[in-house]
């Protein structure tokens, strides 16, 4: 049985273990040398055998996004924009109900020192009022205090009082100044904040090996790519591992990205030899934090709806790329709503029956939905919201697990598409083997650590899930009332 994955220039072969298969030539050897390699091979052997997907991973090193930290840290740090927001009104300073009449000038008190002598702000895009060049703008009471005339040339219009009272909100329009003026408008910006996280502590696995093991074992080669041709030139080196080894990273991969999706932040846990235990916020507790709606009844109304109020503002349409990760039911749910929002459409019949004779087809799903005015929204299936559950873990509305019918939506637009990322530390990717009469390779003596015919691997890493921003992601939860 052979894989190749010459995009990669790896070229990964299944075959019974044969002689010169030493520790010189073993996987291991990468580990040693450049972990991240080692972990790149594992990763592509996975890949190429079409072994269960691990969304996580998928979503990380499957796309480049990997940050390693170096040195003796395990923290890092970034720059979170904090998107502008409007001013608020917290008290209104007016008695009259004809705020402006005449050309009259009227006072607004808001909750931000944001805004300039000469600048336009409005707070319905209907009615429109300017900071005044004459009276500065002054402290009160933990709020601010400007005054304030009407856009308009009509000595009737006033302004709408109703706009005065605390809670209305403001934004800036422009600036609008008279010749010789010294004023400006100051840039509008609500600045960043930094932000703070760190690697949790040690993942560890071990596994014994009997001398009865399986002899199978798979060879990793790697090959030079003539960019021309495309095809393989010479042989750059050669690896192998047995299939048992092989089971092991894959069990030692799936509690990683089960880590990585389920991880629940904590800092005080029980150690060993008095150390406490650190835990990582995990992708689904990020998004919790996301902006997060529940539903009743999923329709392709409720998703327009629900990314227009994602995207609106910060992101152009026609980039908009989303990704929605979800359960066997969540894409049942979605399928039926774009078949019910084209059921005014007569359906082509060699888009949905395949076949011919007595060896007939019939079906369609959908998993793609082009959004108006550009971009695309992309189901993907992920496998843990269908995993067995306890009966609390089940809806009492459909039956099934409750996360199977839950959408988790990533922003992967523009500047997003850096959103997520896996974060592990260079050095933090550790192994060794506990060698008796059996080794993980040919063993025709040398020194032993036990006497039993078997040999055990032990292994340890440490990585975690970076979000940037959660507010560029969501979560739609389907409703049990």
Not at 141 to 157: A, C, M, Q, R
Request: aromatic share 12%; charged share 25%; glycine share 8%.
């Amino acid at each position: 049985m052979q894989y190749t994955n010459t995009s990669n220039k790896l070229i990964i072969r299944e075959s019974q273990r044969m002689s010169g298969m030493i520790d010189t030539n073993h996987l291991s050897r990468f580990a040693a040398e450049d972990p991240q390699l080692f972990e790149d091979a594992l990763y592509m052997a996975f890949t190429s055998m079409q072994l269960p997907s691990n969304p996580m991973r998928e979503l990380t090193e499957g796309r480049g996004k990997v940050k390693i930290l170096d040195g003796n840290t395990d923290t890092w740090k970034w720059q979170q924009a904090i998107r502008p927001r409007p001013a608020v009104v917290l008290q209104n300073l007016e008695t009259t109900t004809t705020p402006g009449l005449g050309n009259s000038y009227f006072r607004i008190k808001l909750d931000q020192d944001w805004f300039s002598q000469g600048e336009i702000i409005t707070s319905n895009k209907e009615q429109f009022i300017r900071i005044s060049q004459q009276a500065i703008p002054y402290q009160e009471s933990g709020g601010w205090v400007y005054t304030v005339e009407l856009v308009t040339d009509s000595p009737s219009d006033f302004y709408d009082p109703n706009l005065l009272i605390a809670g209305s909100e403001y934004v800036a329009v422009n600036g609008l100044y008279s010749e010789q003026s010294s004023q400006a408008t100051n840039l509008h910006f609500s600045g960043n904040i930094e932000l703070q996280a760190s690697l949790p502590d040690m993942l560890r696995l071990q596994h014994k090996v009997t001398g009865y093991v399986d002899d199978r074992v798979l060879t990793f080669s790697q090959v030079e790519i003539d960019n021309e041709t495309g095809k393989p030139i010479r042989l750059v080196d050669k690896k192998w591992i047995s299939r048992a080894e092989i089971l092991f990273w894959m069990e030692m991969d799936r509690q990683k990205d089960d880590f990585m999706f389920y991880g629940r932040g904590a800092s005080g846990l029980d150690g060993e030899k008095g150390y406490k235990t650190r835990s990582h916020y995990g992708f689904k507790q990020q998004l919790e934090w996301g902006n997060v709606e529940k539903y009743s009844n999923f329709s392709e109304k409720l998703l327009k709806e629900y990314l227009m109020d994602l995207f609106i503002g910060r992101v152009a349409p026609e980039n908009r790329n989303v990704t929605l990760l979800t359960g066997e039911y969540g894409m049942m749910l979605f399928d039926e709503a774009f078949k019910r929002s084209t059921g005014q459409f007569i359906m082509p019949a060699d888009k949905v029956i395949s076949g011919s004779g007595m060896d007939m087809g019939y079906g369609y799903q959908f998993k793609r939905y082009n959004l108006v005015n550009g971009g695309v929204v992309t189901l993907k299936r992920l496998p843990y919201a269908d995993v067995n559950v306890t009966n609390t873990m089940r809806s009492a509305k459909t039956g099934i697990p409750k996360e199977s019918a839950t959408f988790y939506i990533l922003d992967l637009s523009g500047e997003n598409q850096d959103n997520i990322w896996m974060v592990k530390h260079k050095q933090s990717l550790k192994y060794g083997y506990k060698i008796g009469t059996s080794a993980p390779w040919e063993l025709k003596g040398g020194i032993i650590s036990d006497l039993e015919d078997a040999y055990t691997l032990v292994a340890r890493d440490r990585c975690g899930i970076f979000i940037r921003d959660v507010s560029a992601t969501g979560k739609l939860v389907l409703s049990e009332n």
